[in-house]
Nanobody
Framework: QVQLVESGGGLVQAGGSLRLSCAAS????????MGWFRQAPGKEREFVAT????????SYADPVKGRFTISRDSAKNTMYLQMNSLKPEDTAVYYC?????????????????WGQGTQVTVSS
């Protein structure tokens, strides 16, 4: 079992920045690929970014490329999502997830563990 806890969400003006954190516990953090997803009201959960077990490979959804950066710190068992140049359309609940596979994962069904989510609201 892996327990995931997100933090760092909040209210920010358009153009601002936030850094989300995902603290993992329960199993060896470096054995899992990790990802961020988001879900806006009335919409399906969508992929945001993913990072492989070593941190050497990442992938991003097109709407966030060039603005968001995913990273992980195995010493701290924590994954991050640095979000810059935020837009109102980035408003959503952001979830972190862990996959038993080592490589990057793009789809929700590929993940085995999920956090409770943290709200990000971007005002215009």
């Amino acid at each position: 079992q892996v327990q995931l806890v997100e933090s760092g969400g909040g209210l920010v003006q358009a153009g601002g920045s936030l850094r989300l954190s995902c603290a993992a516990s329960g199993r060896t953090f470096s054995n899992y690929a990790m990802g961020w997803f988001r879900q806006a009201p009335g919409k399906e959960r969508e992929f945001v970014a993913t990072i492989g077990w070593s941190g050497g490979r990442t992938s991003y959804a097109d709407p966030v490329k060039g603005r968001f950066t995913i990273s992980r710190d195995s010493a701290k068992n924590t994954m991050y999502l640095q979000m810059n140049s935020l837009k109102p359309e980035d408003t959503a609940v952001y979830y972190c997830a862990a996959s038993k596979g080592l490589l990057i994962r793009l789809w929700p069904y590929e993940y085995d563990y999920w956090g409770q989510g943290t709200q990000v609201t971007v005002s215009s």
